[in-house]
């Protein structure tokens, strides 16, 4: 059954725009993990308070949220007088598919709302002088906040030409990242789920060679829920500066093995560079140390996200093998959790 706008609802025009919006952005998360290198985007139409079609864009190079909306009609004469709701502004220029503004045009939608603009300087905007040239009413900024947050990586790869990178690791209360002695994981069983999560929300997993050759690691996401697993395996890069990868790694032969991207002789720079070149806009650094280092000395990072376990090992190898940054570097958004005795620090790391 169709939403629509029961009387309580009807607070102000302000209050149904939102409504409606709120549903586009429950569409577009039908697309989120197939998308890429594209944004997630969904979009409804409606007239008379009533949800005439709904549309969320499903895969790269195939129809965008608004032409989805739009063929899932029952009329073409229903758009006459309709509103159409998107989460992100429509584009106006050919790429793969046809520009949406001009199959909104050629649709005689009477209104458009969208929610956040274009963060692409060349676009930004655009749309709504395009539209409104043809007639066509536009209102901008609805829960823009909202609609913006379903693209964070996309939007800050889209601003930079870079990834957004995450440094993760789990380590020791003395900052050692090597196994126990009696066992493979310093980690809980829980705390490693929750990795997995953060493994499934981006879209490319990155270790250095020596991660490779000493642990063997699949880079996979594995023991989750249909609600958490993605769609499509995330990219796993090995960053290499002598190429020396085992021929039997697993990266190398499992089913996943054209999900591996190799990257020899290049800088930790230049090949988070190359990764946002290639239209990926999220990559989760795991080590090892050197690796790590190289990131934080290299200002690479965004965001970490470390699992703490209340033990000490000792030993040379540290979680970060960095030789430091001058001035250091401040973090915000700061948040601390406990699954179960493991402490999980989350951040964002101040340019």
């Not at 969208?114 to 536009?138: M, R």
């Amino acid at each position: 059954m169709e939403h629509s706008l029961t009387r309580s609802c009807q607070k102000s025009i302000g209050d149904v725009h939102k409504f409606y919006m709120q549903i586009a952005i429950e569409e577009a998360l039908k697309g989120k993990g197939r998308t890429s290198p594209n944004p997630i985007v969904g979009s409804v139409i409606v007239r008379d308070g009533k949800i005439l079609a709904r549309g969320y864009h499903a895969l790269a190079g195939q129809a965008h949220a608004e032409i989805e909306a739009i063929r899932h009609l029952p009329s073409l004469s229903d758009a006459s007088s309709a509103t159409l709701y998107v989460t992100l502004e429509p584009c106006s220029t050919h790429g793969q598919t046809p520009p949406c503004t001009q199959a909104i045009i050629n649709a005689r939608i009477a209104r458009v709302i969208y929610g956040a603009t274009d963060p692409n300087p060349k676009h930004q905007g655009q749309a709504e002088k395009i539209l409104e040239h043809a007639g066509i009413e536009v209102i901008t900024g609805v829960l823009s906040k909202e609609c913006e947050e379903l693209n964070t990586y996309w939007n800050y790869r889209i601003r930079t030409q870079l990834p957004w990178v995450i440094a993760k690791c789990a380590m020791t209360l003395d900052g050692r990242i090597s196994s126990l002695p009696t066992q493979r994981w310093i980690t809980s069983e829980a705390s490693r789920l929750d990795a997995m999560r953060l493994r499934a929300s981006v879209e490319a997993i990155l270790v250095g060679g020596g991660t490779i050759r000493d642990d063997d690691p699949a880079l996979t996401v594995r023991g989750l829920t249909k609600k958490w697993k993605p769609c499509i395996q995330p990219w796993r890069v090995v960053w290499s500066r002598s190429g020396n990868i085992p021929s039997k790694a697993q990266v190398r032969i499992d089913e996943f093995q054209e999900r591996t991207i190799l990257v020899v002789g290049k800088s930790l720079p230049l090949t988070i560079r190359d990764l946002g070149a290639r239209g990926i806009s999220s990559v989760l650094i795991e080590g090892g140390g050197r690796t790590l280092g190289e990131a934080f000395d290299h200002d690479l990072v965004n965001e970490i996200r470390f699992y703490v376990a209340p033990c000490f090992l000792g030993g040379p190898i540290s979680a970060v093998g960095s030789i430091g940054l001058p001035e250091g570097r401040a973090l915000s958004n700061l948040s601390y959790r406990l699954i179960g005795d493991d402490l999980v620090i989350s951040a964002l790391v101040e340019g």
